[in-house]
């Protein structure tokens, strides 16, 4: 459930037509959920394993696949907009993400005019535009977020990557601002559960324990984000669902219980949250035990630069994958 007694923030990491149409105002209106968020695997899956979108597939010959994407695309993050509409004009989150082609995560000029292009086709004001965070994607989220367009972070590993994040975004909304803008936010999208998935089997090994990687990088980049004192600038964690068993599949939401953030989950992980009770804020974490846990990776080899290159390598990898599978569905 939505928290707003401590500004917290539950969203829901979904996409699909007939769920946009009928359960998700549900989850709406019961203070489930005040935002949600896409990715290029969501929409892959959606639309390559949905007969909703068979209807105006038929409409869209002739139309070449990214061109017939897009407009998939645009219809249904439009009617997730629409839905939190309200949520939006009252000040509680209320936003929808849609992310950029992945293959101009390196195009900055790219990127911000797709964002642009995206966010004017759908033609609601509470859209977040998603841009990867690389060398290239930082300066597009500050030149978005100065035209007054809202930005998600996304493939966020580092505290650098944070770091930068957070720079661009406050040089983007700082001259929105000065410009006369009234509203623009930005979420950082922390990733969590890949480096347990990563790291979980060999930190076993070493008698170290598991499902404790991703918690506390998340908790040392949320307590660096907060520091900055940024209303409109939010943690949001993101790869919250759990693989297998071995974990309560709410865990990385309670884990991460936090004020003034956000936690986009899977939907079967969001019904495992609310069916328990209310859980209590488990962050900031202090410093000390961080660095700590960190410092004990390192004397057992373990390289922490080297973790978070290769899982933005793969992050992208795969964000461009699923694009690339579902483009080639829609010839």
């Known amino acids: 459930m939505v928290n707003r007694d401590i500004n917290f923030s539950l969203w829901l990491d979904f996409v699909e037509r007939d769920y946009l149409e009928n359960e998700f105002s549900g989850l709406i209106e019961k203070g489930i959920i005040n935002?949600?968020?896409?990715?290029?695997?969501?929409?892959a899956s959606a639309i390559t394993t949905s007969p909703a979108y068979k209807e105006q597939l038929s409409r869209l010959t002739g139309k070449s696949p990214k061109e017939k994407y897009e407009a998939l695309a645009i219809e249904d993050i439009?009617?997730?907009?629409?839905?939190?509409?309200?949520?939006?004009?009252e000040g509680n989150d209320g936003y929808i993400s849609i992310e950029v082609d992945p293959f101009l995560s390196n195009d900055t000029e790219g990127t911000v005019e797709e964002g642009k292009r995206l966010f004017t086709a759908i033609g609601e004001p509470?859209?977040?535009?998603?841009v990867p965070a690389t060398s290239a994607g930082y300066d597009a989220m500050q030149a978005l977020l100065s035209t007054?367009?809202?930005?998600?972070a996304t493939l966020v590993f580092s505290p650098d990557q944070a770091k930068r994040c957070l720079k661009a975004m406050k040089a983007g909304i700082d001259a929105f601002e000065a410009d006369g803008g009234r509203r623009v936010?930005?979420?950082?999208?922390?990733?969590?559960?890949?480096?347990d998935r990563h790291?979980?089997?060999d930190l076993a090994c070493e008698g170290i324990d598991v499902a404790k990687t991703g918690i506390y990088n998340a908790a040392k980049i949320y307590n660096m984000i907060e520091k900055n004192h940024t209303a409109n600038i939010k943690t949001l964690f993101a790869s919250t669902g759990v693989k297998g068993d071995n974990l309560p599949a709410d865990y990385y939401i309670r884990e991460l219980f936090a004020a003034h953030?956000?936690?986009?989950?899977?939907?079967?992980?969001?019904?495992?949250?609310?069916?328990?009770?209310?859980?209590?804020?488990?962050?900031?974490?202090?410093?000390?035990?961080?660095?700590?846990y960190f410092t004990k990776l390192s004397d057992c080899g373990f390289d922490m630069d080297e973790v978070y290159a290769k899982l933005l390598k793969d992050g992208l990898k795969a964000f461009e994958d699923a694009?690339?599978?579902?483009?080639?569905?829609?010839?």
């Open 261 to 292: 953030s956000v936690n986009t989950a899977p939907l079967a992980t969001i019904e495992a949250y609310i069916a328990k009770k209310e859980t209590i804020e488990k962050l900031p974490l202090e410093e000390s035990d961080i660095s700590g």
């Open 185 to 195: 936010q930005a979420v950082i999208s922390v990733f969590v559960s890949r480096f």
């Open 35 to 43: 935002g949600a968020t896409s990715n290029p695997s969501i929409f």
């Open 199 to 201: 790291l979980d089997a």
């Open 323 to 331: 694009f690339e599978e579902m483009l080639e569905s829609l010839k």
């Open 148 to 152: 007054g367009i809202s930005v998600n």
């Open 126 to 130: 509470n859209v977040m535009v998603k």
């Open 78 to 89: 439009r009617t997730a907009a629409q839905a939190l509409r309200p949520l939006y004009d």
